[in-house]
Nanobody, 122 residues
Framework: QVQLVESGGGLVQAGGSLRLSCAAS????????MGWFRQAPGKEREFVAA????????YYVDSVKGRSTISRDNAKNTVYLQMHSLKPEDTAVYYC???????????????WGQGTQVTVSS
């Protein structure tokens, strides 16, 4: 069992930066694939980024590629999403998730945090 708690969201102007954190509890954090998803108002939840447990490999959705970096600190049981050059269309609730497969499919992630709101003003 893994419990996930996100933090770091907030209100930021377009062009600004934020770093989201996701603290995990559980003894086997280092063996999970960690992902970030987001859900904008009126839209379905979408994949943002993931980081593999074995080799630290990462994958990003095209819309954030080059503007975001996902990283993990297994010693701190924490995964981060650093976002730069934020745009109003990045406004969403951001969720951290843990799973066993390095995939973008939401249903493959078994554990989810409660989400943190990111609002980007124009």
């Amino acid at each position: 069992q893994v419990q996930l708690v996100e933090s770091g969201g907030g209100l930021v102007q377009a062009g600004g930066s934020l770093r989201l954190s996701c603290a995990a509890s559980g003894r086997t954090f280092s063996s999970y694939v960690m992902g970030w998803f987001r859900q904008a108002p009126g839209k379905e939840r979408e994949f943002v980024a993931a980081i593999n447990w074995s080799d630290g490999g990462t994958y990003y959705v095209d819309s954030v590629k080059g503007r975001s970096t996902i990283s993990r600190d297994n010693a701190k049981n924490t995964v981060y999403l650093q976002m730069h050059s934020l745009k109003p269309e990045d406004t969403a609730v951001y969720y951290c998730a843990a799973g066993n497969l390095f995939v973008v499919v939401e249903s493959r992630y078994a554990y989810w945090g409660q989400g943190t709101q990111v609002t980007v003003s124009s």
